[in-house]
């Protein structure tokens, strides 16, 4: 563990081990890294194994590389409530049944990305169905909970699907033959005229998030990089209105950064005004999780899936949610799964249905 507060020169702040969950700052309010290897499937979309050991409804042991969650049957998170943030639910592998309190379902995996905005309150409810039946089912995801403003907090809930196909992707090789992959969910990246690139624009965020103000400066990117790679993590667009970055090295073994050489799995905090250079160690492929944006910088009153900015609002939503249950759950099961055969797709509130293929017909 290194701590550099104090050597302005360097572009690491600190560096600390990742823990569960991961630690964040402002605007982030938490991130978790779910890395399940669920085994084969059986019947029921559940894991073909026994549950024997394990505290079913709130199953968190990791047993054998993977936990059910709250699900018993399926594994996952069944109905639940939010109120006050967004969650970014970036899914690598494996599949998410999603379902919620406006009537809308969708299931999406294999770098898909749901970005919701709960706003004023929603439920809904997180199943991860395992379908194959002569193979493991692995299960990998990030889920990002983005703070809103306090303008925002009371917004109309709003869910948004970003298709792998449609997500924005770079790749960059350098002189000694490494490459680096990098996916843009959020963030414009690239900004630096001399490079002779344009920049890569994200898809629109959700309109009461955040990361829809032009000055928030908000990006998430993974990057992924071969053994030996180099690539410099450019300077963000308006560090100097106080933006702060955090880099996540979640998979690979050892990587420079910034001059400084770093252990995985960590977490690095660097400064958001300067490009950092990253050179990924010989041994094996590394993978990163890049979290920026400039802070809301208002306080943060939070109890469990509520997130607002004084006590008394909390008390206000918990209030709320006991007499609307944020409109009611309309399902007729908790954890709602869609089916062996169901493809890729989202059901938005009022019915309208979106397709991957829909948003890889849209760059063609």
Known sequence: MSDNNNDNRSPVVQVKPLGFPWQT??????????????????????????LAGRQIGQDFSRKDGWSMYHGETVPGFPSHPHRGFETVTIVRKGL????????????FGGGDVQWLTAGKGIVHSEMFPLLDADAANPLELFQIWLNLPAKSKMAEPHFTMFWSEAIPRFVSDDAKGGRTEVAVIAGRLGDDPSSGRAPIQPLAPPPDSWAAQADADVAIWTLKMTPGAQWTLPAAAAAGEGTRRMLYFFKGATARVGGEQVQGPAAVELRADVAVEIVNGDAETSEFLVLQGRPIAEPVAQYGPFVMNTQAEISQTMADYRRTQFGGWPWEDPAPVHGHDAPRFARHPGGREELPAEAAGKLA
């Open 25 to 50: 700052i402002d605007p982030f309010l938490f991130c978790v890294y779910h890395d399940d290897a669920y085994p084969k499937a059986n019947g029921r979309m559940g894991p073909e194994a026994s």
């Open 96 to 107: 998410v049944d999603h379902s919620d309190s406006l009537g809308a379902t969708a299931r």
